[in-house]
């Protein structure tokens, strides 16, 4: 079974950095993309960043390029988001995401893809 254990969300005041970690176990991580979502009250789950299987490709949503790194230890069966330079706009709660289907780049949150429970971060002016 999938499991996706994201830890490092908290309380950061703007201009801050905060690191999101995901634990994956359950499939042979090294086979899949990984990603970040995210969730503000009110609004539907967004895309934040994705990783390729090797690493090597990465892909990240407009709002937050150039501030937010997604990294992966495939040794560790674990990525990262390294969050620079946050802003109140970026308080969410952030979801780990592993696609359903090997060797493919998930944008967009579909049910049928493993998630994490979650990780609230909160940004303050």
């Known amino acids: 079974q999938v499991q996706l254990v994201e830890s490092g969300g908290g309380l950061v005041q703007a201009g801050g950095s905060l690191r999101l970690s995901c634990a994956a176990s359950?499939?042979?991580?090294?086979?899949?993309?990984m990603g970040w979502f995210r969730q503000a009250p009110g609004k539907e789950r967004e895309f934040v960043a994705a990783?390729?299987?090797?690493?090597?490709?990465?892909y990240y949503a407009d709002s937050v390029k150039g501030r937010f790194t997604i990294s992966r230890d495939n040794a560790k069966n674990t990525v990262y988001l390294q969050m620079n330079s946050l802003k109140p706009e970026d308080t969410a709660v952030y979801y780990c995401?592993?696609?359903?289907?090997?060797?493919?780049?998930?944008?967009?949150?579909?049910?049928?893809?493993?998630w994490g429970q979650g990780t609230q971060v909160t940004v303050s002016s």
């Open positions: 990783i390729s299987w090797s690493g090597g490709t990465t």
């Open positions: 995401n592993s696609p359903y289907t090997a060797f493919t780049i998930a944008t967009r949150s579909s049910g049928r893809d493993y």
């Open positions: 359950g499939r042979t991580f090294s086979s899949y993309a």
